[in-house]
Nanobody, 126 residues
Framework: QVQLVESGGGLVQAGGSLRLSCAASGRTFSNYAMGWFRQAPGKEREFVAQISSSSFITSYADSVKGRFTISRDNTKNTMYLQMNSLKPEDTAVYYC???????????????????WGQGTQVTVSS
């Protein structure tokens, strides 16, 4: 079965950077688009970024555009989220996710993502 494991979270000061990783297994990683979501305490899970299977297409939530960069290495079955200029409002548990449908983009619709990691905590202090 598909397994997703996030890593790289931690505590950072405002203005700092972190890089999250998502290691995937269980199927041919390079065939599927991937996404990052986050969930802050008391809030719903929200879309952060997505990347197509070939890395050709990426998109971001307006709140992170210009600060976060999504990427993937299909030779390592791993997706990344480089987060720069972090703000306290970026504090959340970050999840990687993927869906069914070879080479389909799943977009920002959380319902299209069938597989989720366990999450990694990112805390940004002011």
């Amino acid at each position: 079965q598909v397994q997703l494991v996030e890593s790289g979270g931690g505590l950072v000061q405002a203005g700092g950077s972190l890089r999250l990783s998502c290691a995937a297994s269980g199927r041919t990683f390079s065939n599927y688009a991937m996404g990052w979501f986050r969930q802050a305490p008391g809030k719903e899970r929200e879309f952060v970024a997505q990347i197509s299977s070939s890395s050709f297409i990426t998109s971001y939530a307006d709140s992170v555009k210009g600060r976060f960069t999504i990427s993937r290495d299909n030779t390592k079955n791993t997706m990344y989220l480089q987060m720069n200029s972090l703000k306290p409002e970026d504090t959340a548990v970050y999840y990687c996710a993927t869906g069914e449908g070879i080479r389909q983009l799943f977009g920002s619709d959380i319902k299209k993502y069938n597989y989720w990691g366990q999450g990694t905590q990112v805390t940004v202090s002011s």
